[in-house]
Nanobody
Framework: VQLQASGGGLVQPGGSLRLSCATSGSIFSFAVMGWSRQAPGKQRELVAAVTRRGFTTYGDSVKGRFAISGDNAKNTVYLQMNNLKPEDTAVYYC??????????WGQGTLVTVSS
């Protein structure tokens, strides 16, 4: 199982980015897929997650600004990030948990929010 994250970059405050997480198989092979982030000197935190049935959950700091979605035809999960703030600067990681509880991680993609 491989997860490939992409879409990070430099964006100004108030801007938007869309991150992509391409999987080596169907996204429905995972019970849950999600995005986490880790800022310098801080612990990794959950940003958003979506279950196989489509239920979503978000970290308090991103509610109303970020949206997670999936496209099984493209084997890809997305994180749409709007109204970005400097405190959103971090390395973003996608992950998936299969039905046995095994968690898989992709490599990180850096998001920098700065003017």
């Amino acid at each position: 199982v491989q997860l490939q994250a992409s879409g990070g970059g430099l964006v100004q405050p108030g801007g938007s980015l869309r991150l992509s997480c391409a999987t080596s198989g169907s996204i429905f092979s995972f019970a849950v897929m999600g995005w986490s982030r880790q800022a310098p000197g801080k612990q990794r935190e959950l940003v958003a997650a979506v279950t196989r049935r489509g239920f979503t959950t978000y970290g308090d700091s991103v509610k109303g600004r970020f949206a997670i979605s999936g496209d099984n035809a493209k084997n890809t999960v997305y994180l749409q990030m709007n109204n970005l703030k400097p405190e959103d600067t971090a390395v973003y990681y996608c992950s998936g948990v299969d039905s046995s509880g095994t968690q898989y991680w992709g490599q990180g993609t850096l998001v920098t929010v700065s003017s």
